[in-house]
């Protein structure tokens, strides 16, 4: 049998074609979204999709739902595990739950409660195509010392995300544009995430999930912040938590991955965008839910 990854996004673009083709084919997507109004007190299913199609997901909590969505897809038709999970961002808290480790209810919760309290630090995220990590910090050296701007997240070997208060990440992208970069994209985010200067944030979130509970994982989950296996509940979850304050470390995650002899990453989602990150990386194999189903 293949070893695979199975790889989870935390924003991008979702297409909403397929997710309606699904909801409308698989029962088990129609009870998940079910269940998920359920616990929102509102039609989840009519908020998503009201949207055009390929619209860019921003609601951390449809993010969520559609990956759980499509997990249970999997289980239900295919039914193999995967040997590793991991999650970009906001995707760590679907493998929490497909891996059993926190209730779906309570990650809707806990998620709903990130997404309110993370727009009290407004801001921006700018991708940054087309430099390495040691060049990014030389150029935006005074930047990073002042906290002006942070990295969020290393995707890859030249691809970069900053964050910070817009005017700032808008000086730094115009610098780094100067230097070389080849693009600069602006994320339609508009709070500040995986920097140290939330870190106030990061504490009503942990106090928010004081009463909540965290088991065992089911499967072999890898933490995209500390590079590291986490089996232990308390460890799970301080993990979770803290990488609201930490660069994502996503490069670092698949080559880990790679180094453990799995070349098959599954996406759980319907675009491909982690596995776009990748295409060029020698022995990685993407595979894709929208290619398993067959749909066009």
Excluded at 70 to 90: A, D, Q, V
Excluded at 236 to 255: E, F, P, R, S
């Amino acid at each position: 049998m293949i070893k695979f990854a199975m790889i989870f996004p935390g924003q991008g673009n979702q297409d909403i074609r397929i997710i309606k083709k699904l909801y409308n084919n698989y029962s088990i997507i129609k009870k998940t979204f079910d269940k998920a109004s359920e616990y929102l007190k509102y039609n989840i299913k009519e908020k998503i999709f009201k949207k055009k199609i390929n619209n860019t997901v921003t609601s951390q909590i449809e993010i969520l739902i559609i990956s759980i969505a499509l997990f249970n897809l999997w289980k239900e038709i295919i039914g193999i595990n995967p040997k590793i999970m991991t999650g970009h961002s906001l995707g760590q808290y679907s493998v929490y739950v497909c891996s059993k480790i926190l209730k779906f209810s309570d990650a809707i919760k806990i998620v709903k409660y990130r997404e309110k309290i993370m727009k009290k630090k407004q801001g921006c995220m700018n991708v940054i195509i087309g430099l390495k990590k040691k060049n990014i910090i030389k150029i935006c050296k005074n930047f990073l010392l002042k906290k002006k701007i942070s990295i969020a997240c290393i995707n890859s070997k030249k691809q970069i995300i900053i964050t910070g208060k817009k005017k700032y990440v808008y000086q730094a992208s115009l610098k780094l544009k100067k230097f070389g970069a080849k693009y600069i994209i602006d994320l339609p985010i508009k709070t500040i995430s995986h920097c140290s200067s939330i870190k106030k944030i990061k504490n009503l979130l942990l106090k928010k999930c004081q009463n909540i509970s965290f088991n065992n994982p089911k499967f072999l989950i890898l933490d995209s912040v500390k590079i590291k296996f986490i089996n232990n509940s308390i460890k799970i979850k301080n993990y979770l938590i803290n990488q609201l304050c930490h660069t994502i470390q996503w490069k670092k995650t698949i080559d880990f991955i790679l180094l453990n002899n799995i070349k098959y990453f599954l996406e759980i989602n319907s675009s491909n965008i982690l596995n776009k990150l990748n295409q060029n990386k020698i022995n990685y194999f993407p595979l894709n839910i929208k290619n398993i189903f067959n749909l066009k």
